[in-house]
C-alpha cells in the first residue's frame, strides 16, 4: 500500500521517465522512494527497455516488493506440519480455500501474481543474455568505423595493418521483443533468421514451451538454408517405439518453486483471468507414416521455391539416417535427379527447368537420352560408366522390389541406346569396350554382344556414306575368336543370315529403312561361331566401303547386302567407279593412280574364296579389267590406255577383239552424246580419237568414216528441222543413211556440182563398194541439178549412172535390177522435163530407159520417145523448107529415130512383144496407146520432182508457142511433170522415214 507520505508527483515523475532514459542509477532513485508495493511492482512490470542492465534492475525491483505477498500466500497456505498443500491441477477442496484466500486479499492476489510474472520474465532475461552470448564473433577495425572521404590517405595502407578488434554480432532480436512475444513465436523468428545456436539456448532453457510448436519452428528454416546446418533440429524416429522420438529439451521447464505455481494458478482464478492459463494439453510425438509425409512435404516445399536439389537431397538423407521411413524411393530420385542436373554434361538447349514431377513422368529410354543429351564422343563412354549405369541398376532393383525381377533390364537399356547412337557416339562407346580393358571399365562388357551390336549398328547405317573410318575403328575393337577350337562352327548359318538381311533392308512403302534395332533380331540367335564368320563377311565389306569411298563412289552398307547376289547391281557399281574416279580426282593424271585403281578393282572382285565373296564378287576378273578399261576411255585417257595395254600385265591379257568392241563401244557413246557433228572438237573429237588405240581393222576404218561422213554432214548446215541443224546421234537412228544425202542436195543449192564428195560421203556413210548406192545417189544428184535447171550437169550424172548400171548387168550383180529401177527413172525424168531442149540427149536419155526399163513399162517410155522422134522430125522438116528457101544446101544428117543405145531398145521392144503373145502389132493398135498410157500415169504418178527449180514452161513468160502448145494438149506429159517435180526419192528409201 502506498505511504501517506508518498506524494502524487513522485508517481508522476516516474510516468513522465522515458525509456530512453532509465539507468540502473535513476531507477532506483525513482522507485525506492514510493512505498506503494502493487504500484510499484506494477510499474516494474510495465517497462519493458533495451537495456539490458536496466531490466534487470526493474525486475530485481519488482520481484522484491512482492516477495513479501508471497510469503504470506505460502505460509497461510502450509500445514501445521510444515507440509505444502500440493495441488497445482487446480481441482479439489483445498484450491477452494487458496482461491479464498486471495478473494479475501486482492491486492496480494495481485501481487503473487506480478511475482510469478516477473520471475518469468527475469528467467527470459536470463535467456536473452545467453543468446547474447552466443552470437558470432566479428573483426572490427579499431576506431576508423567513422572516418570518411579518406580514399587517397597515404596512410591507409598502413592503418590497414592495425589490430582489429574482435566483438560478438548484435543480436536481431530487441530485447523488449524478446521479453514480451510468446516463445514458439520467438522460436520460429529466430529459425527464420537462421540463428541457430541461440535457438538452441531457447530451446534447452524453454522447450516444454516450444513442444507443441516444434514443426511450426522446423518449418521457420528458411528453404534455401543448407539443411546441413539445421539437421540437428529435424525430427528423428524413436526405434523402440516407431513414433517420434522426444528430444530431451521438450521437458525443459524453468525453475520455478510449487508454491509459486500454486499462488499463481490461485491468484488467476481469484482475479478472474483465464487468457493466462497454463492448462493447455501437450501433443504426443508423431507416428512414423506422419514424419515420412512431414519429411516429403519439407523436400516439396524446398524444390517448390527454390529448386536447389541438394538441399532437397540433404533433408531426405537426413531423414533416412533418422530412421524414418519411406524416404528411399524419394532419396533415389532427387540422387538421380542431382547428377542429371550438376553433373551430366548440360547445354542451352533445354529451356523447362527440372523438377521432381519431370523427372518422376519419364520413363527410362528419355531419362537415359536426358543424361548423354550434351555428351560428347569423347566424354560419353564416362558419362554412360558414372551416370546412366548407376540410373539403370536403380530401375533394375525396383523392378525386382515391385515384383517384376529382370536381371538383363539394365543391359536392354544399355544396348537400346547405342543402337540409337550415331556412328561416333558408338565408336567411342566400343573403344571404352575394348576386350583388352577390365571389366569394371567397360562399357559393354560381353563380347558376343558387342559383336552383335556391332553388326546390328554398321549394317543399320544405310543412310552413311561417309563415316568409314568410324566404322573401321568400330571394328578394330570387336573381340576375335579362334575358330578352329569351336567344335560347333557353322558358316552356312551366318550366310544365310546376311542373305535374309539383304532382303530386309531393301527399302519398301511399309519399311522405308531398317534402323539397328530391326537388325539385332537377326543377330541375337547366332551363336559364336556364327558370329565369327559374320565378322569375316563385316571386314570383307568394310574393306569394300572403304574402296568404294576412296574413288568417289560411296555406296551405303546396305548396299552390299543388297548385291551380294545381284551381278547388275554389282557391275553398275564397277562401272562407276571406273568412270566417275579418274575424272574427278586430280591424283589420276599419271599411270599410277589408274593401276592402283585397276588393283583396287581387282581386289573387290574377289579374293577370299566364295564364301568371302568381295563387292564385285560376281563379277569375272576378265570383266573387271574391260569395265576398267572402258571407264579409262570415257574420259578420254587414250594416251594411258595405249599405254597400259602394252605395259600392265591385266591390260595385256584383254583378246584383241575385246579391246575393239570396247573401243568402238566408248566411240559411239561419246558419238551418242555429241551435240556438235565436228570431229574436230568436243565429245565427237574424242570419239574419232578412241578410234586411234585399238588395232586398225575394218571396223575400225568403217566407224572413222561414218564419222567423218557425220562431219561432212554438219559442215553442210543439214537440219532435221527448219532451223535445227540435225545431230549426230539423229544421223546415227536415220534407218536409211541415203536419206541424209538427199537432206544435203535439198539443204545446198549447189551441192550437186560436188559430185564427187557426195559419192565418198555415201561411202563413208557405210556404203563403201556398194555401186547400188552409189546409183542411188547419182540420181539424186541428177535429180538436184534438174531442180536447179542446170540440165548438162544432169546429163552428165545421168550418162554415168547409166554405165555404172551397165557394168552391174555385165556382172549379174544381185543389185543390178534395183539400179536398173532407179537408173531409168532417172533418165526419164530428164528426158521427159519440159525446159529441157536438147533433144539427141533427150533421145539419148530415152534410150537408156527404154533399155533398162521392166517390160511392163516400156509402153510408157515408147509413147513419150516417139512423140518426142515425132516433134523431131516436124522440126526438121521446118528447118529444112527454111534453108531450101534460102538457096542453102542442107547437109545429110544421122536420123533420131535410131538412138544410141537402138540394139537394146529392140531387145526391149522384142521383149515387150513376148510379154504380149499373139498380138505382135499391139503398139499399133488405139488399145495399146490407151494402155501405155494408163501404165505410164500409173509410173508417174510415185515420181517426186522438187520444185525449187526453173518454173514450167507453161509458166514462164516468152517461152516457144511449140512447147505452151505441147504441154497444154498432151494431159499425160502434164501429169508425168507434175509428179516429177516431187524428185524419186521414193526410189531410194528416202520416205521411209
Known amino acids: 500500500m502506498a505511504s501517506s507520505s508518498t506524494s502524487p508527483d513522485e508517481y508522476r ?103 510469478s510474472l516477473l520471475l518469468g520474465r527475469l528467467e527470459r532475461l536470463q535467456t536473452y543474455k545467453d543468446m547474447c552470448n552466443e552470437m558470432p564473433e566479428q573483426e572490427v577495425e579499431d576506431g576508423n568505423e567513422t572516418d570518411e572521404g579518406w580514399d587517397d590517405d597515404p596512410w591507409g595502407e598502413e592503418s590497414s595493418n592495425q589490430p582489429k578488434q574482435v566483438k560478438r554480432a548484435t543480436l536481431p532480436i530487441p530485447l523488449p521483443v524478446f521479453l514480451i512475444t510468446p516463445m514458439p513465436q520467438s522460436a520460429c523468428g529466430l529459425a527464420l533468421q537462421e540463428l541457430y545456436a541461440p535457438l538452441r539456448v531457447v530451446l534447452n532453457r524453454h522447450g516444454a514451451d516450444l513442444w507443441d510448436a516444434r514443426f511450426n519452428i522446423y518449418e521457420s528454416f528458411p528453404t534455401q538454408a543448407n539443411p546441413l546446418d539445421y539437421a540437428e533440429y529435424l525430427p528423428s524416429i524413436d526405434s523402440d517405439t516407431d513414433q517420434e522420438l522426444v528430444p530431451a529439451w521438450s521437458d525443459v521447464k524453468p525453475a520455478m518453486d510449487s508454491h509459486l505455481a500454486v499462488a499463481f494458478e490461485a491468484a488467476t482464478k481469484a482475479l478472474d483471468i483465464v487468457e493466462d492459463s497454463l492448462s493447455t494439453p501437450r501433443l504426443g510425438p508423431l507416428t512414423s507414416e506422419q514424419l515420412s509425409e512431414w519429411y516429403t ?184 575368336w579362334d575358330t578352329s577350337k569351336l567344335a560347333d562352327y557353322n558358316a552356312d548359318l551366318a550366310d544365310t543370315t546376311i542373305d535374309s538381311l539383304g532382303d530386309f533392308v531393301t527399302p519398301s512403302i511399309s519399311r522405308p529403312s531398317a534402323s539397328p534395332s530391326d537388325l539385332m533380331v537377326f543377330f541375337n540367335p547366332l551363336p559364336l561361331s556364327a558370329l565369327s564368320h559374320a565378322l569375316d563377311i563385316l571386314d570383307v565389306h568394310l574393306e569394300g566401303g572403304e574402296i568404294l569411298a576412296r574413288w568417289d563412289v560411296p555406296a551405303p552398307f546396305g548396299w552390299f547386302l543388297q548385291s551380294k547376289n545381284d551381278i547388275k547391281a554389282q557391275r553398275a557399281r564397277a562401272n562407276q567407279m571406273a568412270r566417275r574416279s579418274g575424272a574427278s580426282d586430280d591424283d589420276m593424271d599419271g599411270i599410277e593412280g589408274w593401276e592402283w585403281l585397276l588393283e583396287d578393282m581387282i581386289k573387290l572382285a574377289g579374293s577370299g574364296g566364295p564364301e568371302l565373296r568381295g563387292a564385285f564378287g560376281l ?142 560421203l555415201v561411202r563413208m556413210l557405210g556404203f563403201r563398194g556398194d555401186v547400188v548406192a552409189e546409183v542411188k545417189a547419182l540420181a539424186m544428184i541428177a535429180d538436184a541439178a534438174l531442180q536447179a535447171g542446170d540440165f548438162d550437169k544432169a546429163y552428165q550424172t545421168s550418162e554415168r549412172m547409166v554405165a555404172a548400171v551397165q557394168a552391174l548387168r555385165e556382172k549379174h550383180d544381185e543389185g543390178a535390177s534395183a539400179a536398173c529401177e532407179v537408173c531409168w527413172v532417172a533418165c526419164f525424168q530428164l528426158a521427159r522435163h519440159p525446159e529441157y531442149e536438147a533433144t539427141e540427149q533427150k533421145l539419148q536419155l530415152f534410150g537408156h530407159a527404154l533399155e533398162l526399163c521392166p517390160a511392163e513399162k516400156l509402153h510408157d517410155v515408147l509413147n513419150a520417145w516417139t512423140k518426142l522422134e515425132a516433134q523431131d522430125i516436124e522440126d526438121r522438116k521446118v528447118r529444112m523448107e527454111e534453108r531450101a528457101k534460102s538457096g542453102k544446101v542442107i547437109p545429110r544428117k544421122r536420123s533420131a529415130r535410131a538412138p544410141a543405145g537402138g540394139e537394146g531398145l529392140r531387145a526391149q521392144l522384142a521383149n515387150f512383144q513376148m510379154h504380149l503373145p499373139g498380138t505382135p502389132m499391139l503398139l499399133s493398135t488405139p488399145d495399146a496407146a490407151a494402155l501405155a498410157s494408163k501404165t505410164f500415169k500409173s509410173v508417174a504418178a510415185n515420181f517426186n520432182f522438187g520444185s525449187r527449180g526453173r518454173e514450167s514452161a507453161s509458166s514462164v513468160d516468152g517461152g516457144s508457142e511449140r512447147s505452151r502448145s505441147r504441154i497444154a494438149g498432151d494431159d499425160v506429159a502434164a501429169q508425168a511433170n507434175r509428179v516429177f517435180s516431187k524428185g524419186i526419192g521414193w526410189l531410194i528409201g528416202a520416205d521411209d522415214e
Not at 524411393?329 to 542436373?341: H, S
Not at 544399355?414 to 566400343?430: C, G, N, R, T
Not at 579389267?625 to 591390260?651: C, E, P, W, Y
Open 13 to 115: 515523475a516516474w510516468l513522465d521517465l522515458n525509456d530512453n532514459e532509465l539507468t540502473t542509477a535513476n531507477v532506483h532513485d525513482y522507485l525506492s522512494g514510493l512505498h506503494d508495493d502493487l504500484w510499484v511492482a506494477a510499474a516494474c512490470h510495465d517497462r519493458v527497455v533495451d537495456d539490458v542492465d536496466v531490466q534487470q534492475a526493474l525486475l530485481d525491483i519488482g520481484l522484491e516488493r512482492t516477495a513479501s505477498a508471497f510469503q504470506r500466500f505460502k505460509s497461510a497456505i502450509s500445514k501445521p506440519e510444515g507440509e505444502v498443500i500440493d495441488n497445482t491441477a487446480g481441482i479439489g477442496k483445498e484450491d477452494d480455500v487458496r482461491v479464498a484466500y486471495f478473494r479475501d486479499l486482492p491486492v496480494d492476489a495481485r501481487l503473487c501474481r506480478l511475482h
Open 619 to 760: 563379277i569375272s576378273a576378265e570383266e573387271i579389267v574391260q569395265i576398267f578399261f572402258s571407264g579409262l576411255l570415257s574420259v578420254g585417257r587414250f594416251d594411258l590406255a595405249k599405254t597400259m595395254l602394252r605395259d600392265n600385265r591385266h591390260l595385256a591379257g584383254l583378246r584383241r577383239e575385246s579391246v575393239e568392241e570396247l573401243c568402238l563401244s566408248c566411240s559411239r557413246e561419246f558419238y551418242d552424246n555429241a551435240a556438235s557433228g565436228n570431229y574436230k572438237v568436243g565429245d565427237m573429237k574424242l570419239a574419232y580419237e578412241c578410234l586411234d588405240v585399238p588395232f586398225p581393222s575394218d571396223r575400225i576404218v568403217r566407224e572413222k568414216e561414218f564419222i567423218e561422213a557425220t562431219s561432212k554432214l554438219s559442215s553442210f548446215n543439214v537440219q532435221s528441222h527448219p532451223g535445227q541443224p540435225i545431230t549426230p546421234i539423229e544421223i546415227r537412228l536415220t534407218k536409211d543413211k541415203l536419206s541424209l544425202v538427199s537432206h544435203l542436195l535439198a539443204s545446198n543449192s549447189d551441192a550437186y556440182n560436188l559430185v564427187e564428195l557426195v559419192l565418198e
Open 297 to 480: 512435404s519439407r523436400v516439396q516445399a524446398v524444390l517448390e521455391t527454390t529448386g536447389i536439389l541438394d538441399y532437397a537431397l540433404g533433408i531426405v538423407q537426413h531423414g533416412a539416417s533418422q530412421g524414418v521411413p519411406g524416404l528411399d524411393i524419394l532419396g533415389e530420385d532427387l540422387t538421380l535427379l542431382t547428377r542429371l542436373v550438376y553433373d551430366a554434361p548440360g547445354g542451352d538447349d533445354d529451356k523447362e527447368e527440372w523438377t521432381l514431377e519431370r523427372w518422376n513422368a519419364m520413363d527410362p529410354t528419355t531419362v537415359v537420352a536426358a543424361y548423354t543429351a550434351h555428351s560428347t564422343p569423347e566424354s560419353l563412354p564416362h558419362d554412360l560408366i558414372y551416370l546412366v549405369m548407376p540410373y539403370l541398376y536403380v530401375v533394375e532393383a525396383r523392378a525386382e522390389r515391385s515384383g517384376h525381377p529382370n536381371p538383363s533390364l539394365h543391359t536392354e537399356l544399355l544396348y537400346d541406346f547405342i543402337l540409337k547412337a550415331p556412328l561416333q557416339s558408338v565408336a567411342a562407346i566400343f573403344e571404352a569396350s575394348k576386350p583388352t580393358l577390365p571389366s569394371s571399365q567397360r562399357v559393354i562388357k560381353n563380347d558376343e554382344d558387342m559383336a552383335r551390336l556391332a553388326l546390328a549398328c554398321l549394317y543399320g547405317s544405310s543412310s552413311s556414306l561417309n563415316e568409314w573410318p568410324t566404322m573401321s575403328r568400330i571394328y578394330e575393337c570387336l573381340p576375335s
